[in-house]
């Protein structure tokens, strides 16, 4: 059965299944010839350019099209890579205020507020996909245990080296891909592949050991914590990608972090000092920080780099959120006084270099095999949900109809 007619909640079976088969050769049309008086189809785009060219001068409207989206795109990744950088330093000025369990339970509680009118949308409208609940199951418990990994990390190690030991987690959602899908097993094998994961592992632990003084009981745990986050994150990315693909985006998104929110606000209730009712005791300034924390992480960071994929492709967008480790350190640096080493800084550099390597490889040969940017990388950034996947839950495979079509 091809994949797209399935349903849509998917196959949750983690085994050989609707991806391992190859792509289908894609059937090229010869594209019409463009009309300067057609009405573009992105209405943001067509606010920022200037009016066609005339007749003399034909592409020059197109050309304006395609500059002012790239324009919105950076601008958009921008904002991305530096909401979701600001989310371990709020998390470390929390530190001081209240415990890692109330402060997930509660940013995750307003998480689930913010995309609820989503589902309730959806559900008034009767568009959601049957087996939805079904579907998120397996994600929403992955993403349960990263994100209490996550949340607590901060509180026993820097913000900077938390981030820089997530690095590692490109190479666990690459070789779980390779393990769950037969067409992706090409990648490990290749050299780029293999220099990249060279250059992660010897980067990140050479930032870890760097450390001055050593690691720590306090600091081996943080990063422990950080490396099972990453872990964590992986998984939860491939059992999207197995359980959720033909579900549109935003749905999947919404429906994933409903169950997660009620997750780890059941998990606060039972670990957090008083059921974490400690948070009434902050002051309107730090419970307004707290919500700012989930909005810009959940809401705006998610939101912005949708746009961004779309304007800029997935491959650009991914590259430069790789920088957050550094935009992360830097911030640590001027808020609590936890600075790197130039040799952890040196290390940290090479393990980001790394993972572009494996990335670029990746994007490279997914392009020479014609998939799409869901079959070609599954590397999520910290706190970023469902975001890659679900931007290309809707896009046809070559040689296949849309998801929608009968």
């Not at 989206?69 to 979701?84: D, K, Y």
Request: charged content about 10%; proline content about 7%.
């Amino acid at each position: 059965m091809p994949f797209h007619t399935r349903n849509a909640a998917g196959d949750c079976s983690f085994g050989a299944g609707v991806y391992d088969r190859h792509p289908t050769p894609p059937t090229f049309r010869q594209p019409s010839p463009p009309s300067l008086s057609s009405t573009p189809s992105n209405p943001v785009a067509a606010m920022t350019s200037r009016p066609a060219a005339p007749p003399s001068a034909p592409g020059a409207g197109a050309a304006d099209l395609h500059a002012g989206g790239r324009w919105l795109g950076t601008m958009c990744i921008l904002g991305s890579l530096f909401g979701w950088s600001s989310i371990p330093l709020f998390l470390r000025y929390f530190t001081d205020l209240i415990d890692g369990w109330t402060a997930n339970g509660w940013r995750y509680a307003v998480s689930a507020v913010l995309w609820m009118p989503v589902l309730v949308f959806g559900w008034a409208r009767g568009t959601l996909p049957k087996g939805l609940w079904r579907a998120a199951l397996v994600p929403s418990i992955l993403n349960i245990l990263a994100q209490i990994a996550f949340g607590l990390a901060p509180y026993y190690v820097s913000p900077g080296l938390m981030t820089f030991s997530l690095r590692l987690q490109v190479i666990f959602v690459t070789v779980g891909a390779a393990i769950l899908f037969v067409n992706e097993r090409r990648i490990i094998t290749s050299r780029g592949f293999m220099i990249g994961m060279s250059l992660v592992i010897l980067g990140t632990l050479l930032t870890i050991a760097l450390k001055p003084g050593g690691l720590g009981t306090g600091s081996a745990l943080g990063v422990t914590l950080s490396i099972l986050a990453g872990l964590g994150y992986a998984a939860y990315a491939l059992a999207v990608r197995k359980c959720m693909h033909a579900i549109p985006p935003i749905t999947a998104f919404a429906a994933v972090g409903g169950p997660s929110a009620a997750g780890i606000f059941a998990v606060m209730l039972v670990f957090a000092p008083r059921r974490g009712m400690v948070v009434f005791d902050l002051s309107s300034k730090h419970l307004l920080l707290l919500a700012l924390s989930s909005i810009i992480g959940v809401g705006l960071g998610h939101t912005f780099y949708f746009i961004s994929i779309a304007r800029l492709g997935l491959a650009v967008s991914a590259g430069v959120v790789q920088l957050q480790p550094i935009f992360v350190s830097i911030g640590s640096m001027y808020l609590f006084q936890e600075v790197l080493t130039s040799g952890q800084w040196a290390m940290g550099v090479v393990a980001i270099v790394g993972a572009s390597i494996m990335l670029y490889t990746q994007h490279r040969l997914a392009r020479a095999a014609g998939t799409k940017a869901v079959d070609e990388l599954d590397e999520l950034p910290v706190d970023a949900e469902v975001a890659m996947i679900a931007q290309a839950n809707d896009e046809k495979k070559p040689g296949t109809r849309g998801a929608h079509e009968s």
